[in-house]
């Protein structure tokens, strides 16, 4: 028998491997099919998430509750239900194959309460036509089973049972019991689960108490955190060998099961109030609905880092949309933590803590140490747990959040004590009154990310008056940054020695007006290292804003002449829009700093330099102003290798024209890599190329942008004659060829340090430029001709490599539409519309009587291989609710409208995703899929409607059809698409699994094409690494 892969079977990995040992199931030599040994031995694609489930559930009916697999059985065909009805998973009576005892639905873990409910009625309908005793539902960590014989066919709660029963026998009043923590898993234990099992987990109970809408997402998240406050609390106050209170028991109703949670939230508020005041508020069915979402997990024995970032993803996108936060990255919290190597007696504040990120951190990092240092367990336990009660502080001005805070502390399993609700910028004795330990120079360490961009007003907030640096030479300004006054008020907090690690936006670091602040932190603190993060850092937060991290040690007295470290750190671990990624050069740049302090083998390099304190004195403290000044003050001028000449601006009154010999290129027209596209290009008039003909281009000419975008770059070699360069770029002729190659220097100017350096030099105006003269000021490295060439061929190959990479891809793209066309039996030219057809008289009653109308069934492609149905019998087709741009509130959740874009972002959903938009008006008919949440404003919207559709197969032939429903727009002055027209759309409808297979291929096809996009853009990013590394 074949192991399986591991990595591959992520799914309850353990389960899969003691049906393995236990010969319950194999794999082919692919792992894409399991087979199971059971009544008869049967085959299925293990792709499917939902067989995923069934063979954990397969293997759990045999291992933990005692059934012999020859009388369990797969796929059973159900009497007096549709052909397509097939209980997923049927257990016999004990040697009875005819006589079912037991039906299970399965289905993929995180659906929706109303996709569990219909699996419910699903299961119902499969088990009375079966006359099976028990049914029961899996959907990952969320299950309920039920007692079918004994109750009315109608019943769905008094006759829920809290599990099914052990090999034959009753079932228990309670499931789930606290163990011995010497004793091992089995089936009445809590689940230790995954991360990604967590934060579905949590999500499940967000929908639950969201309720579609019907509840604030403000209240909900609450509503949330209490229900899980329960949950932990449970976890911990119940006794061992007892059952534990939170779960549904046998025949209990959701009254007896809120009536309990309640209870269990009484005492523990009256136990520790400062977390909640508020009852809960849900209704008795909802409460009843989360407690089955998280009962059968441990959230207390999850390892902490999984809770962490499981918690983090649950709160991420209310602090963005709901509340207008942003977490810091985890990776940089944990750097910040690192670097300043934090001990168990010092006092630790966070002034602006959020979610409590940097505190959970700092605290983790004690318990490690402890792990370390000790070997008991009650002194691992009092060592981090005296830190996280006496020595972990923070302030949240939002009485909310600083509740979310403590309730993330608890689940990390303390600190929460020293948390207070307060305006961090008010005046430090307010703080004192609510906790005596909230005083001036009464913190070791300050880690902290405060709010950029709000302004502090001093007819707001008279307390602006007493900062020094809401002063301008004495005279109170009349409006300061709050990011500015934090700096102020952490030096009030802290210690003479005491050490911070703040971020902060790169403008206090850059802009020239905030010299003065600059003039504050360098007379104040010793600096001793600034890191350069990437501006995508929190960009997937909605905060676009380029940050740095400043490393301070408080220190009013004069300072010596030191070393600063300085490091630039690309990646963080994060891409762009938020996901994990390899690349995280935080951990190389916190070695090379740790070996810098403690004076071992420490090596500048491409991430990492140092830079003495004096130098950086009445400058800027930017990492990469300092790396530029360094590097490039040794090289050559351009200017003094090349002529530099400016574009020209159509003059006025003069506009493009049709169609003429003259063009005009436009910054538009260069693409990222510096292609153009000539068929792109306007063209304008002889007149106005008379005027203007001294600013043309020709091939051999290196053109460069310099106003909006700036540092486009692109050798030109293919340019139509008579093409006239536009004033927002400036043209590059190289006059010393034999010490400079046109396509070295091409290459040269798009590297990222050198975009970086340019962009330094631009002129900060509403739109930045680049002036002609700063360009021919730039310096630029010259190796020797002969290397010179070898770096332009480097970047030649590469740029063949990823366009053969991206041909590649796009031919898998455009095979879809073939195979599509081979799958369905569709002839293309038995589907062109007909000019001229038939309709009978009798289907004209009552209906319109336009020629349009009865043409649209001749306009869709139709196979002739299986039954063709309209779209309106397969989807619901709704219409999307209005928003605009003066009613939305700002978030992150896409408002789809009439583009191909989204029109903007609101900070809430109508719809969770997993639907079809076609828009509406504007570039209407236009076919759009959406896994995540949206807001449907003008357009149609596709949902899930009938079992014989798969909403993913409807999408792909709607797009397939994407040029025909084009053809539905109405409409002289502004084109519209109608939901009366999509509804009469034609749709081949083959059997479900049928779709599934061609839905599975098609998205593998686009998945390899991914691949290839990929690795075209790595190889182009790799040469350019390459490149750097030999030049500089």
């Known amino acids: 028998m074949k192991e399986a892969n591991k990595d591959y079977l992520h799914f309850d990995n353990d389960i899969i491997q003691k049906g393995i040992a236990n010969n319950l199931i194999s794999f082919n030599n692919e792992n894409t099919r399991i087979i199971y040994n059971a009544k008869t031995e049967k085959s299925y694609n293990y792709k499917d998430p939902e067989e995923k489930i069934r063979a954990s559930v397969f293997i759990k009916l045999v291992v933990d509750f005692g059934y012999n697999a020859k009388d369990i059985d797969f796929e059973v065909r159900v009497p007096r239900r549709t052909p397509e009805d097939l209980a997923d998973i049927v257990v016999y009576e004990k040697g009875k194959d005819t006589q079912p005892y037991l039906v299970v639905e399965c289905k993929k873990d995180g659906i929706s309460d109303s996709q569990f409910e219909q699996a419910i009625e699903q299961v119902f309908g499969n088990a009375n036509s079966l006359g099976a005793k028990y049914s029961w539902v899996v959907a990952g960590n969320t299950d309920t089973a039920f007692d079918v014989k004994n109750f009315n066919s109608m019943e769905r709660e008094k006759n829920v049972i809290s599990q099914i029963p052990v090999s034959y026998g009753q079932a228990p009043k309670y499931r789930f019991k606290k163990e011995k923590k010497s004793s091992k898993e089995n089936r009445n234990s809590l689940k230790i689960v995954s991360r990604e099992e967590l934060i579905k987990t949590l999500e499940k109970c967000h929908d639950t108490v969201w309720q579609g809408g019907k509840l604030n997402p403000s209240d909900a998240f609450d509503e949330v955190s209490k229900i899980l406050f329960c949950k932990l609390q449970d976890e911990k106050k119940t006794a061992v060998s007892e059952f534990y209170k939170f779960q549904v028991g046998t025949h209990e109703e959701s009254s007896d099961i809120a009536e309990r949670i309640h209870g269990i939230y009484k005492e523990g508020k009256e136990q520790d109030p400062n977390v909640f005041s508020e009852n809960i508020k849900l209704e008795d069915d ?3 609905k989360t407690v089955e979402h998280l009962q059968s997990i441990n959230i207390n024995k999850t390892d902490l880092d999984s809770k962490g970032v499981a918690f983090e993803r649950f709160m991420g996108d209310f602090f963005k949309g709901k509340m207008g936060q942003y977490f810091t990255p985890r990776n940089i919290v944990d750097f910040c933590v690192k670097v300043l190597f934090i001990k168990q007696n010092e006092r630790v504040l966070d002034p602006a803590c959020g979610s409590g990120g ?75 009154k609510i906790n005596s330990q ?3 120079e009464n913190f070791d360490i300050i880690l902290t990310n405060p709010p950029f961009g709000a302004k502090v007003l001093i007819n707001e907030k008279k307390y602006l008056k007493d900062y020094q640096l809401g002063l301008n030479n004495g005279k109170e300004r009349a409006a300061q940054s709050t990011e500015v006054l934090f700096i102020e008020r952490c030096f009030e907090y802290l210690k003479e020695g005491g050490r911070m690690a703040i971020v902060l936006p790169d403008g206090i670091l850059t802009n020239a007006t905030l010299q003065y602040v600059r003039d504050f932190i360098m007379n104040n603190f010793k600096i001793n290292a600034i890191v350069s993060i990437p501006q995508t850092a929190f960009s997937h937060y909605g905060a676009g804003v380029k940050c740095s991290l400043l490393f301070l040690t408080k220190s009013t007295k004069n300072k010596e002449d030191c070393d600063i470290f300085m490091a630039q750190a690309e990646y963080v671990g994060y891409d762009a829009t938020g996901r994990e990624i390899e690349q995280n050069d935080l951990n ?10 403690e004076k071992k083998n420490f090596k500048l390099n491409d991430k990492c330099f140092l830079i003495k304190f004096n130098k950086l004195k009445n400058s800027r403290l930017d990492v990469s102003y300092s790396i530029s000044k360094d590097i490039f003050n040794n090289y050559s001028t351009i200017s003094d290798y090349c002529g530099i000449f400016g574009g020209k601006r159509i003059p006025i009154g003069h506009k493009f024209v049709e169609k003429s010999k003259f063009r005009y290129l436009k910054v538009d027209n260069i693409d990222a890599y510096g292609f153009i596209d000539n068929y792109k290009m306007p063209y304008i008039s002889e007149e106005t190329f008379s005027i203007i003909k001294n600013f043309m281009v020709k091939n051999g000419d290196i ?12 050798l030109i070699n293919n340019i139509p004659d008579n093409t006239i360069l536009t004033e927002n770029c400036a043209k590059i002729i190289i006059n010393d060829k034999n010490n400079l190659n046109s396509a070295y220097l091409s290459e040269l100017l798009k590297l990222d340090i050198m975009q970086k350096y340019i962009k330094e030099n631009q002129i900060q105006t509403t739109i930045p430029k680049l002036s002609l003269q700063r360009l021919r000021n730039l310096k630029i490295p010259l190796p020797p001709l002969e290397e010179q060439e070898s770096i332009a061929n480097i970047m030649k190959k590469a740029y063949l490599k990823k366009e053969e990479f991206e041909k590649e891809a796009d031919k898998l793209l455009n095979s879809i539409d073939e195979y599509l066309l081979k799958e369905l039996d569709i002839k293309i030219n038995d589907n062109k519309k007909k000019n001229t057809f038939i309709v009978k008289s009798n289907e004209l009653k009552g209906k319109r009587i336009d020629t349009f109308w ?16 309209k779209l309106s019998d397969l989807v619901n087709i709704q219409k999307g609710e209005t928003i605009t741009s003066n009613t939305k509130e700002d978030g992150d959740i896409p408002v789809i409208a009439g583009g191909k874009v989204p029109a903007y972002y609101n900070n809430k959903s109508n719809y969770k995703g997993n639907v079809i938009t076609i828009s509406a008006s504007g570039s209407s008919g236009y076919v759009w899929w959406h896994d995540n949440p949206i807001w449907a404003s003008d357009c149609n919207v596709l949902t899930e409607k009938s079992k014989e559709a798969n909403i993913k197969y409807i999408y792909h032939i709607l797009k397939f059809n994407q040029e025909n429903i084009y053809k539905l727009q109405k409409g002289s002055v502004q084109s519209h698409v109608y939901a009366s027209d999509l509804a009469e759309i034609i749709i081949p409808t083959p059997p479900i699994e049928i779709q599934q297979k061609i839905v599975n291929e098609i998205n593998e096809r686009k998945q390899k094409a991914l691949r290839l996009q990929k690795e075209a853009k790595e190889t182009l990013e790799n040469a350019k690494s390459q490149v750097e590394r030999i030049i500089f």
């Open 588 to 597: 190389e740049i916190f070695y090379n700093y740790k070996n810098f302090i």
């Open 358 to 432: 940097f505190l959970l951190h700092a605290m983790d990092l004690i318990r490690k140490k402890a792990e370390e240092d000790y070997e008991e367990e009650k002194e691992i336990y009092s060592y981090w747990h005296d830190f996280a009660s006496k020595n972990l502080f923070g302030i949240e001005i939002n009485e909310q959040i600083a509740r979310v805070c403590k309730m993330n502390m608890i689940i990390h399993d303390d600190g929460h004590t020293n948390i207070i609700s307060a305006d961090s910028l008010d005046n430090i004795e307010k703080h004192t």
């Open 286 to 288: 909802i409460i009843y």
């Open 438 to 440: 909230f005083k001036k």
């Open 854 to 869: 009865y043409s649209l069934g001749n306009m869709f492609y139709k196979s002739k291989k299986f039954e063709n149905k």
């Open 703 to 714: 053109i460069i942008s310099i106003a909006g975008t700036i540092g486009k770059v692109s």
